[in-house]
């Protein structure tokens, strides 16, 4: 059984600071991808990273994986009230037992002050 | 491109009766995977269908079912509703359900069980 873990479960900062996510696992992902999810809606996708090493930046927001493909982190520089939301991580892991299976971390709730 | 759409989106029932929820995948996306989502469990993958096939199942009693009709829209099925089962039930899709693919979730469907 495939398991993400995500940490900090709760962040509160102030406007204009950074924070890291983290997502660990034991297992190997075949990709990981993060999405952004606000009250009563469906999870938006931010980003998908499918190789070792990869970096990728989106505005303000910098996703790695990690080279063994077990581990991402996301990045927020500067945070803005508006970053605020739940986020998570959900990794694919490889062959048939994995069609169309996502296996998701607990989730980031994170709330940026004014 | 239209999104994933899921229909209805809020739903009042019952104990013990059933419910369906459809959910209509991007054109051009085979596959569609359904999750539960709850405070305490997060995220959990309930079944995918490619081309009218379950290929993969997650660890839900069989009073959850589903099927996928010749145009890629996806209807599940919970039997004999329990309290328990109020959650927010999305869908995703992608192209083939590769574990390399990204998921596009709907904004889902809450359920809420009396």
């Known amino acids: 059984t495939q398991l993400l873990e995500q940490s900090p479960q709760f962040l509160s900062i102030q406007e204009g600071e950074n924070l890291t996510v983290y997502c660990n696992s034991s297992?190997?992902?075949?990709?990981l991808q993060w999405y952004r999810q606000e009250p009563g809606e469906g999870p938006v996708l931010l980003v998908t990273?499918?190789?070792?090493?990869e970096v990728k930046k989106l505005k303000r927001l910098t996703f790695q994986f990690g080279d063994a493909r077990k581990d991402s982190s996301l990045h927020i520089t500067a945070a803005q009230p508006g970053d605020t939301g739940l986020y998570l991580c959900?990794?694919?892991?490889?062959?048939?037992?994995?069609?169309?299976?996502?296996?998701f971390g607990q989730g980031t709730i994170l709330t940026v002050h004014p | 491109k239209a999104g994933v759409t899921q229909t209805p989106r809020y739903l009042i029932k019952t104990r013990g009766q059933q419910v369906t929820l459809s959910c209509s995948p991007i054109?051009?996306?085979?596959?569609v995977s359904w999750y539960q989502q709850t405070p305490g469990q997060g995220l959990q993958f309930l079944f995918e269908?490619?081309?009218?096939?379950?290929?993969n199942k997650g660890n839900f009693p069989g009073r959850f079912s589903g099927r996928q009709f010749s145009n890629s829209r996806s209807e599940m099925n919970v039997s004999t509703l329990e309290l328990g089962d109020s959650a927010l039930y999305l869908c995703?899709?992608?192209?083939?359900?590769?574990?390399?693919?990204?998921?596009?979730f709907g904004p889902g469907t809450r359920l809420l069980v009396l």
């Open positions: 054109s051009g996306h085979r596959s």
């Open positions: 990273v499918v190789t070792g090493g």
């Open positions: 269908y490619f081309s009218e096939t379950q290929r």
């Open positions: 995703a899709s992608s192209l083939v359900g590769g574990s390399r693919e990204t998921q596009y």
């Open positions: 959900a990794g694919a892991g490889a062959g048939g037992t994995s069609y169309g299976k996502l296996t």
């Open positions: 297992s190997v992902f075949s990709s």
